[in-house]
Each structure stands twice: as C-alpha cells, then as structure tokens.
C-alpha cells in the first residue's frame, strides 16, 4: 500500500461579493446619472423582495453579516402609496445603535430612497435605523441588525487515540482565532485508497457538542488495522476551511490502561535497589508493553522519571536509590516499540529501601557537668545526628566507650538513640570514643580528647546577643586571631545546668550566628567557646530575650516586722519563666487612712524595703508593682497597723502590771510571782503582747467570724507569765453555752441549751481562749460586762482550774466572795493611762485605742 502523508493541503472557500457602493461609485459620472439611478432602484427593489403596500420604509443591506473593517452599503427606500403624508422633501435621519450618523455620511439617491456607506464597519455588531423627520416628529422606518468578525482559521493541532475499555478512537483538535461569530466544527473519517484519497462517500461525520474541541467516533466507523484520513471543517457566514489530514492507523494510536503494582520490596542484598512486580491490565493483557518507572523520596514533591524498560516482563529491578529512604513509585505502560501512547501513571505505592553502613564523621561537643576535688568528674557528650545520606538508616543507634591511655578499655558508657550521653570519668580517662551503628553495620571510630580544656584557652573579648525576631536570636563577637571554629551553646535561663540544651558550630572566620527555636518572652542564657589547635578558650555568656513583655505577677509581699514609725518589707523574685523581660525597677505605693499616696522606686537587685516616718496607730495599705521595659505590673494590697507602743514601753507596761508581784525578765519574757499562801506555784500560760497585735475587731463568744482575721504572726513578742497556783475547779453548772475550742482556721462551733444565757468565762484544761486585756488592783471592784475574746488556741497546763483563788493573786482581790474573772468598766480605765492604751473598741474601720 502507498503511504500517505499525514498532513494535507487545506481546502479553501470563499465567495466573491459585489456590494451596491461600487455600483454607485461606477455610476457617479454625470453622464451615466439618470440611468444609474434607474438600476439603482431596481437593484434595491430586488435586494428588499419589494416594498408591500403596508410598508412605509425598508432598509436594504447586502448581508447581515459581514467582516470586521470591510466597507458596507445600506439604503432605505420609502412607499409613497402606503405614506400618502409625507412629504417628498422629509429630512432622512440614520442612526447606528443610538448614535445620529451626519448627514454629510449620507446622500438621497433619489426622492423616494436614501443610501448610506461605510468605508469600513469596524462594530462587531451594531443595530442600523433609518428615520424620517415629520411634523410629529422623529418616525422609525425600518432597523436591521448587523454583526461582523472573520471567517474561520485553519484549525490545528488533530489528534486522536484508541482506548480500548471502550473501544472509542476520540480525536481533538485546536481552533484557530476567534472568529467572532457562530462558527461550527465537524470531524470527519474515511477509509483511504492506495493513493492516500479518502472515500468521501463513506465517511462519517461527528459534531462535538457545543464548546467542546473533541469528539469520539464509535467502533463500528472504523477498523482496527486499516488506514484512515481524518480532517477537522469549520464554518461560518463568511466562509469555511478544512484541516489538514491525519492519516492514521487506530491500533497503531492505542492508549493502553495503566498497569497495577502488585507487590514493591527493597533488596536487602543490594542497598539503593527495589524490586516491583506489575500486573497488566485486563483490556490489553494480550497486547505486548514496554514500562516506564518514576519516584519522588516521601518528602518531595517533584518525580524523577526513569527511562523505558524496554521489555515485557511482570517483574522489574531498579537501583540507584539512597538507602533507609522511603520513596513513592508509579508504572505506565506504551505498546512495544513505542507504537501509540503512554497510559496514564498508575496508582501510588512507597518503600523503604533497605539500610546500609554509617558514613560520615560526627561532630560533638562536650561540657562538665560536676567536678570535685575527690570524686570523679561527670561529663556531657552531645553529638549532632548525621545527614540522611550518610546516616543511612531511619533510626540509627549510638554507643559511647571510656579511653584508658594508651587504648579504648572496652568500657561502654552509653548504647542510645539520644544525641547526648552523661557519664562519671573514671580515673586516667583521657577521652571516650563514639561509633554511630544500624543494621548493616557501623561508622568509623571517632575519638574525644578531654584534656583540651584542663588549660583554657583566651576567651572572645565581647558578645552581643540581640533580637532576630520573635523566634530567634542573632548573636555577634569579635573574632580570635588563632581560634579555628566557635561553638555557642543556649538554653532557657530557668532550666538547670545538667537540663538539655542546644548547641552550634561556626566556622573559622565566623563572627555571627543566628539561633533559631526561641520562645518569645523567655530568658536565654547563650555561650560563646572559641576553638583553638590543641585547646578551648573559656565560655563568655549573656542572657537575651527575642521578645519582651509586661511581667505575668509582682512579687507577694510579706510583713517582717512593725513598730509604731516603721514597717519591714520584704518579697521573693518573680520566677524567671515568668518575668517575659528584664526587671527594670521595683516600686513601692503607700496609703494612710486619709488617702494620701506615698511611693519609691528600688533597684530590681532588691528584696527588702523599709518604710519610715509612719504614724502610730495607723492604718496603711501597701503595694509593690514590678516593671520592665514594656510596663509594669502590680500586686496584691497588704495592709499594715502600726503599734501605739516601742518595745521599751511595753516593758514598762509591764512593769506596772507586775508591780504586786515579783517579776523575773528571761530574755523577751517576763515572770511575775504572785504572794500566795503554801500553795505549790504553777506557771500561767503566755499571754501575746498587744504591742504588737494586729487583731482584728473582737466579737463576743459564739458570735459571728471577725471581718478580719488574726494573724498570729503579728502577736505580741514579749511574753507576760504569771506564777499562780490554785485548785482545780470544775465549771458552774449554770453553763448552758457549750462551745467546741476553736482554731485558726474555723469557725467556734457552739450549741445554745438557752439563748438567754451568756456565759463570761470559759475554761478547758487543754485550751484557753482569751479574753482582751483584763485586770483588777487593789480593792477594785468588778463590774459586769460581756466578755470578748480572740481566736487564739494556746494550750494550758492540765489540772488547771476555771479562776484562782482570791487570795493566790492580788489582782483578783476584790469585795466578792466567790471567784470570777470580771472586767474594768471604760470609765474607770482613766484613772490608768497605760492600761487604756490596751482598750480594744471599734471606731470606725480602724481601731481605736
């Protein structure tokens, strides 16, 4: 059989049109007027099919269509029989869409006719009007829509291909320019003779749909081993082109359906290498293929192609891969000898390839974490992981060995997967020695001297640590003359020495470095080694942020001590982790009961702070706020009483409580002996000296909890002891108040058998809950009151009884018999100055003594 070319020549049509301007213009002489004007007429006449007797006006125009920058001619004849009214001499007005077209553009042909021309219409569509002018005004004639583009182009670009899951031979081509109009496409195929010459007579035409370049031609329109000529028509309103042909041979243009991976495995014996084993698919299994093989590593996204295995086998082999690395593969497939196309890549399938022996040298670094004078030195190894490529292995293992001069002693320290290992050095250890190890084997032996740092070298003169951005530091020091790389090491500042930190090397030359990692609002501690040949020069540190911000709490006060002038403060730092920026300053507020604000600001190396010039008896609520550079942050108020008395005056106070006894002074405590007669002395429990209390406002016994609670730190320091002895007593039965002893931190749980009676005094022989301040002198009377007392738990000796006896203590001399505990009425407390100073009573929100 003749070949055929693929590719034919394009046949052309197109038509030749003679438009009524070059009539006219032919017939512009003067000579030739009358009879021009005459033809005219009857050429419009047949251009517009006639004008009906209910016409008025008709626009005649060669073609609707025409091509964009072409000339055009347009008239506009008018019926006289059915427009007995107008007038012959009516003005004629055109109108291209909404625009009036000048009357210089336009001429009267002849009384009942109107002619306009367009050099060239360059609209691609335009709506054209022809209107009288009447005595009503303007009047529609007639109006015709007009569109304008190009002919078709030579489509280009025809391809087809055989798919044998259906069996369709689709073919798609491109078209040319855009046209402008409606233009349509047909595909067409026709078995060819010997001389290549298609059989028109049989073939078959297919219309794409719409929009689409592509149309499929069913089996029955072509066969499978015979040569076909396929052509491209298109065609509009202003011509029509065809193709060049495509002769093919349909099984020779076969796309096959991609092959399936069966099972993919690296080989163990050859690492780098996989093997994969393909299954064809079911529609072209009886075809004979050739494969093609691409992968990308997991990480990746671009594929590297193989080239074509140029075999039919269901078994394929390829190497070249990097070991322990986990690749993605896919298979196409083409019919041998490269005849028709490639499939699509089939589905997706990963491996690891198999591992092979470390290569490569680590780098490590190390530090002493503890050194004695008698015990052994604790070292930190820390070691950076090897590349992928020479690691070779997804989880490689370490193993760290103790060197004994001259030789490694087979003392292994560590076998991990961590990239660090801590270790006591033994005596005469000089080094240790690492090896990086996996299934297929181990790296070289590499060795770590520890003697290069027993005589440091020179430091780096300075270092700035300043910030990146959020999340990094940039680091600069001046460079050393002989130093051979730099190693900077970091960590947050609030983790301990012995915790994790991350560590780099620069090399020689090196005066920058950017540490990557860093945490916003967080101390970093960095450090900078300069290496020498046969030596490390010592650390230089600094402590940075990358970002800085308002501290998260102030620091709690805590009340140390208080006179009646002065109040000691004290407060704990802030936690690093929570300051988010350097202390700047502390400052201290002050507040007195009549508003007036007093503060100062301390230096942030500060932990204690004395407040003077205070007044007695005061109240003051005290405040710390912690600032840094980006603001300050305060804390909770305390509020602090100041004391009427100074420790001098508390003694003497004392002093005159004791005056009927004999009072002995052991340190701050005071002892007085009371006159009794033969009874054995006991020892009256510590009494807390007001001088020093900070007790809130006191309530009677069973009655509500005190607004403000009583810090037992705050009590008296001095100690009042009293020698008495008495019988023990057991308490009146008219008690009907039954109280549980109370404590610090609860509330006194009581039961009322009568609410009507109060009991003023209460005795346990394990808990004594005192009542304010209470004395009697000499023959002083006892006056009824109702007793207050504090929260206090202080315990008492056993066997003790309720009161003692009148005559074991002179304080409790009085004019009654029987035994009590009774209170100084206020009136008379004026008669003793000292002793009015321990009046407890309410005057407003402070008190008043």
């Not at 006449?45 to 626009?59: F, R, Y």
């Not at 002849?110 to 306009?116: F, G, K, R």
């Not at 749909?209 to 015979?226: D, F, M, N, V, W």
């Not at 007085?672 to 009677?700: I, T, Y």
């Amino acid at each position: 059989m003749q070949n055929c070319s693929s590719r034919a020549r394009p046949v052309i049509e197109r038509q030749l049109n003679v438009t009524p301007a070059d009539i006219v213009k032919v017939m512009g002489q003067k000579m030739w007027r009358k009879w021009g004007i005459m033809l005219m007429e009857i050429l419009l006449l047949l251009m517009s099919g006639g004008v009906t007797a209910k016409t008025c006006g008709v626009i005649s125009i060669e073609s609707h269509t025409v091509q964009l920058g072409s000339p055009l001619f347009a008239s506009c004849a008018v019926g006289k029989q059915v427009c007995p009214g107008l007038n012959l001499d009516a003005q004629v007005i055109w109108k291209l869409d909404q625009n009036i077209i000048p009357s210089k553009d336009h001429a009267h042909v002849h009384q009942n006719m109107s002619s306009i021309y367009f050099r060239s219409f360059n609209k691609t569509s335009a709506a054209l009007s022809c209107h009288f002018r009447m005595d009503q005004g303007i009047q529609l004639m007639d109006r015709v829509e007009i569109n304008a583009g190009y002919p078709p182009a030579k489509p280009t670009n025809l391809t087809c291909h055989l798919n044998l899951t259906d069996e369709r031979l689709v073919c798609s081509w491109q078209l040319g320019s855009n046209p402008l109009i409606k233009t349509n496409a047909t595909l067409s195929i026709a078995e060819t003779n010997k001389n290549c010459t298609p059989y028109e007579g049989k073939k078959y035409t297919c219309v794409p749909r719409p929009g689409e370049t592509s149309c499929a031609i069913p089996r029955t329109q072509y066969h499978l081993y015979k040569k076909h000529a396929v052509w491209i028509t298109a065609q509009n309103e202003l011509g029509r082109v065809i193709s060049s042909y495509l002769f093919l041979t349909p099984m020779n243009y076969v796309k096959l359906d991609p092959p399936v991976i069966k099972e993919a495995a690296p080989l163990l014996s050859h690492p780098g290498c996989v093997r994969i084993q393909t299954k064809k698919s079911e529609t072209g299994s009886f075809i004979e293929q050739w494969y093609q093989l691409r992968y990308r590593k997991a990480e990746e996204n671009q594929w590297t192609e193989t080239k074509p295995i140029m075999k039919d086998s269901d078994e394929l082999e390829y190497c070249n891969l990097s070991p322990a690395t986990r690749y993605h593969f896919q298979i196409r497939c083409i019919r041998i000898f490269m005849k028709g196309y490639w499939s699509e890549w089939g589905s997706d399938t990963s491996l690891l390839t198999s591992e092979s022996a470390p290569t490569g040298k680590v780098k490590t670094w190390w530090r002493v974490l503890e050194a004695t004078g008698d015990g052994p030195t604790q070292i930190q190894l820390l070691w950076k992981a090897l590349k992928k490529e020479e690691v070779n292995s997804e989880n490689p293992w370490y193993i760290v060995g103790i060197r004994l001069e001259p030789y490694w002693n087979g003392n292994v320290v560590c076998n991990t997967t961590f990239l660090n290992c801590s270790f006591h050095l033994p005596h005469g250890a000089t080094g240790a020695y690492l090896w990086v190890y996996n299934t297929a084997g181990h790296s070289p032996r590499m060795e770590i001297d520890f003697r290069d740092r027993k005589i440091p070298g020179m430091p780096v003169s300075w270092i700035h640590v300043l910030p990146n951005s959020d999340n990094s530091l940039a680091v600069e020091w001046r460079l050393q003359t002989m130093a051979k790389s730099y190693v900077l090491e970091w960590r947050k500042s609030s983790q301990n020495l012995e915790s994790d930190f991350k560590w780099k090397t620069e090399p020689e030359g090196s005066s920058t470095s950017i540490l990557q990692d860093i945490e916003p609002f967080q101390q970093y501690t960095v450090w900078v080694y300069p290496v020498y040949e046969n030596q490390v020069g010592s650390p230089v540190q600094v402590n940075a942020y990358s970002r800085q911000g308002v501290p998260e709490i102030a620091p709690k006060l805590t009340l140390i001590s208080v006179t009646k002038s002065s109040a000691q403060l004290s407060w704990e730092p802030v936690p690093l982790e929570r300051r988010h920026g350097f202390i700047t300053n502390y400052t201290v507020f002050w507040t007195d009961s009549d508003r007036r604000t007093l503060s100062v600001t301390l230096n942030s190396n500060l932990t204690r702070f004395v407040i003077r010039n205070l007044q007695p008896l005061g109240m003051y609520n005290v405040l710390l706020s912690c600032s840094t550079s980006e603001g300050s942050v305060n804390g909770s108020v305390l509020m602090i009483y100041t004391t009427l008395l100074d420790e001098m005056e508390i003694h003497v106070l004392i002093m005159v409580l004791c005056m009927s006894s004999v009072m002995i002074v052991i340190g701050s405590s005071f002892i007085c002996l009371g006159k009794h007669k033969g009874v054995k002395n006991k020892f009256w429990q510590v009494v807390p000296d007001p001088a020093n209390s900070s007790m809130g406002k006191w309530r009677p016994v069973c009655h509500e909890t005190p607004k403000m609670s009583l810090n037992i730190r705050e009590m008296i320091t001095s100690d009042l002891t009293i020698l008495e002895g008495w019988p023990e007593k057991k308490p009146p039965s008219t008690d009907v108040t039954k109280c549980t002893p109370v404590s610090f931190e609860h509330k006194p749980q009581c039961s009322t058998d009568d609410a009507g009676v109060q009991r003023p005094y209460i005795n346990v022989a394990d808990t004594v809950q005192y009542a304010k301040v209470i004395t009697g002198y000499f023959g002083q009377s006892p006056t009824s009151t109702s007793h207050l007392r504090s929260n206090s738990t202080q315990p008492l000796l056993s066997n003790t009884s309720p009161s003692p006896q009148t005559y074991e203590n002179m304080w409790f001399h009085s004019n009654n018999e029987e035994d009590s505990i009774f209170l100084i009425e206020d009136e008379n407390l004026s008669n003793f100055p000292l002793l009015q100073a321990l009046k407890i009573q309410e005057d407003g929100d402070i008190f008043s003594f």
